[in-house]
DNA sequence: GATGACTACTGCATTTTGCAGTATAGGGTG
DNA sequence: CACCCTATACTGCAAAATGCAGTAGTCATC
């Protein structure tokens, strides 16, 4: 029962727990089918952070058997329903984007027009897979109801949210292939100010109307 | 001289050094100013980093004193900079997306319908002030050239991303708050098939065509 | 009954983080 | 000019997170 503050990945375990019991690797599995996209942390701290809940008594484990193994089935105890709910209430941290293309682009006038070109290129590629996978996703849900169909309507919203973000992405690599498509190296277009005006100017705009995704 | 692969935090380094000499805690300050939000890490990790890149030979010290205070300046040396250029020519690691506040969204069926809603406001309310800072960053580099005037160029790049990064949080939070607004809680709207697949069929169309940021 | 692929984790050495702690500089106040 | 406050400029250390190798059961195939 010792309770100090909780981590986040505590939360996606109650609040998988919530819908159903699971067994840690089935936990684990089912982070990784998605909420890790939102929340990306290394698998070993699934399994660390089930044994936290547990100590806290905000998890309840039984034991079973699939075959000779035996499995520890966990389930969710009413503290542990009662702690999710009082999280829920409180503030959450603000996003945060861990972008190594994005910082080569910045440093990118001490390498080649190629290696910039490059790295255009796979972050548009990357984005354009990962925004297929979320897509096909959605379909599945929408035709079968998925693993946890009474959430259906608020994997609406977040999948709504994930294929405008890769949408993002995909269409301003889009851009600025073009806009360094006449660019002879990494280096001289500092000079041209009416470019570098444009460029600045182009962010500015961007934003109007802020895109509503279902119009 | 030991030379296990670099973290990116050290190539961030490497980078500011590329354009000029600065002391630890002005390097510190920089990356405070902006790159953070593209690669976030400890304060106390960035001057980690420097003491390793020091024992590597990738850059190197000389001592100075601001009035009778000694500080050390640190300064890239011809190896530091063959491998940041040799780094640009590798593949960068994918993009990340941390992202409490859409997790708290999907684990929102155990919350209020309130709590949801303010989550939501929160999330525009930040994205907004992150936006105006960048924007307003975006101005200052515009008129006055900024700290690295021979980057500006590669500045417009990132930055129009930023911009339209949390324009799109903007837009979609708006639109979300939209949406949920005849909820008369977090649970039932699950049983409602039509608006269920209108909210999944929602996210698939918002991509086309993929913005063109400066159009 | 041996083999290889998958399931289901645990142990442990490193890395990273968070934060408290230290110490000097410079400016304003009585 | 002694004092206090705030900003600068970091370091030390305990705790958390990560990466990855290791272990061991299961199941299908030959």
Redesign the interface.
């Known amino acids: 029962m010792t309770n100090r503050e909780l981590p ?1 990945t505590a ?2 375990t109650l ?1 998988l727990l ?1 819908s159903r019991d699971w067994s840690a690797y089935q936990l684990a599995e089912q982070v990784g089918r998605g ?1 890790d ?4 942390r290394a698998e070993r701290q699934r399994y660390n952070t089930l044994k936290r809940l547990v100590a806290d008594g905000l998890v309840a484990t039984r034991s079973e058997h699939a075959g000779k193994r035996p499995r520890t089935m966990y389930s969710l105890t009413p503290a542990g ?1 009662d702690e ?2 009082q ?3 409180t ?22 027009i190629d ?2 070109r490059r ?1 255009l290129e ?2 548009r590629a ?2 354009a897979a ?2 297929a996978l ?2 096909e996703h ?2 599945y ?2 035709a079968t109801g998925g693993t946890f ?24 690599a ?3 292939l073009a ?2 498509e006449r660019w002879p190296d ?2 001289a ?2 000079a ?1 100010d009416a ?13 109007e ?6 119009a």
């Open positions: 986040t939360y996606i609040g919530a909420v996209q939102l929340w990306p329903r999710l709910g999280w829920l209430a503030t959450a941290a603000p996003p945060a984007l861990e972008f190594e293309g994005m910082v080569r682009v910045l440093m990118s006038d001490h390498g080649s290696d910039l790295t796979e972050m990357d984005a990962k925004r979320f897509a959605a379909a849900i929408s169909p009474e959430r259906r309507h608020l994997f609406g919203l977040a999948n709504t949210f994930m294929i405008g973000h890769f949408d993002h992405i995909i269409g301003w889009t851009w600025a806009q360094i990494t280096v277009p500092a041209d470019q570098v005006r444009e460029l600045l100017a182009a962010g500015l705009r961007a934003g109307p802020p895109r509503p995704p279902g």
